[in-house]
């Protein structure tokens, strides 16, 4: 499977509106869903608060110049919200998943849905 098979099957038709994985050794894109891409400069704020999960809740996490407020961060999984969407990011091995959601889909069932597709990419090696 392709790493944007990865976004459009794993992230997008299960309701993301609009995912990225990113690289984890230096946040370039592996992959986005179509329109969306994460900027350098968020890339490499994503990166730190990876390595400093106290910096993601002291500064929130911003995606397309959203800014969102850190719910739970951690060296696996930072949760942010903003309104009635949010945003999951997923650091796998090498991989670092990006996934927006809006109120279509419940913040429980996109943490679930990102987090699935981490696990699997850890045990695959990724």
């Known amino acids: 499977m392709t790493w944007q098979s990865y976004v459009d099957t794993n992230l997008i ?3 993301f509106i609009s995912a990225q994985i990113l690289s984890s050794a230096d946040g370039c894109s592996w992959a986005n869903s179509n329109g969306f891409s994460v900027s350098a400069t968020e890339a490499q704020h994503i990166l730190s608060c990876f390595k400093d999960s106290n910096k993601a809740s002291a500064m ?7 800014k969102n407020f850190v719910l739970k961060a ?8 903003k309104d009635k969407g949010g945003v999951i990011l997923v650091k796998t091995n090498q991989t670092i998943l990006v996934a927006i959601y809006n109120s279509n889909l419940q913040p429980g069932a996109a943490a679930n849905i990102c987090e ?3 696990d699997y990419l ?4 990724f």
């Open 116 to 118: 699935a597709l981490g």
């Open 122 to 125: 850890r045990e695959q090696g």
């Open 13 to 15: 038709q299960p309701g």
């Open 74 to 81: 951690d060296e696996k999984s930072i949760y942010a919200k």
């Open 60 to 66: 929130g996490i911003t995606i397309n110049n959203v």
